[in-house]
């Protein structure tokens, strides 16, 4: 009868099947592997879903943009200026909303908007905190909410309120800035006094810089995401 040598013997367990480590060694190989699958995949859904708020955003604060592109920058009745208070100074008149504008649609000026929220979050309209339902768009209504399967929210049939875009916040800053550097702001009540040939600059002559910045609420979150900010200038 043959005998196997050593090596023989070897080979026969070698050829029979893996051995233990070159069975863990695998199995790591592919697990790191499918981690390495699954963090892309992560990655591209938080890639991907930024760039959907962004697009959003961008909507959203261009909106804005669009509503307020044809208001003069101070209210064409009153206009905006300094009167006499009763401790010997002056007091800005006609910035913000005036006596009677509590609506969107009242609102027909540019230094109107200045502080106003349109939120998610507002159910009903409270100018006097800066509070208004929203967000809206370019014809001041509020964009109703579209749940995943793609449907429309649909008006109450008692009250005609909508339920609004879920999540979004547009706030609008209206800003007076310097003539020659439009990246300074001066004070709301600012002018300027006559000095050689220049006549000088009254409170409501300066141009105002609009911005909007639009945030998101995620589901569960406690604080809001800055997703975009729109600016521009009214000369």
Do not use: C
């Amino acid at each position: 009868m043959r005998t196997l040598s050593r090596a023989d013997r070897m080979r026969a367990r070698a050829a029979g099947g893996f051995t233990l480590i070159e069975a863990a060694l695998a199995t790591v190989i592919i697990g790191v592997g499918v981690v390495a699958m699954v963090e892309a995949q992560q990655a591209f859904i938080r890639s991907n879903l930024w760039s959907s708020h962004a697009a959003s955003g961008t909507f959203l604060a261009n909106e804005i943009r669009e509503l307020t592109r044809h208001l003069p920058r101070h209210d064409p009745v009153t206009g905006l200026y300094l009167e006499d208070d009763e401790f010997g100074g002056s007091q800005l008149v006609g910035w913000g909303p005036e006596p009677g504008e509590v609506l969107v649609e009242d609102l027909d000026d540019l230094d109107d908007f200045d502080g106003l929220t349109f939120s998610f979050l507002n159910s009903v309209a409270d100018i006097a905190n800066g509070e208004l339902p929203g967000p809206i768009n370019a014809f001041g209504e509020v964009i109703p909410n579209i749940d995943v399967n793609g449907v429309v929210a649909e008006p109450d049939p008692d009250t005609g309120d909508v339920e609004a875009m879920n999540g979004w916040i547009q706030t609008v800053i209206v800003e007076k800035v310097n003539p020659f550097d439009t990246s300074v702001v001066v004070a709301d009540n600012a002018t300027e006094p006559p000095s050689g040939s220049f006549p000088g600059r009254s409170v409501d002559e300066y141009p105002l810089r609009v911005t909007v910045e639009v945030m998101y609420v995620a589901p569960l979150a406690v604080e809001g995401e800055l997703v975009a900010r729109v600016s521009w200038i009214v000369p």
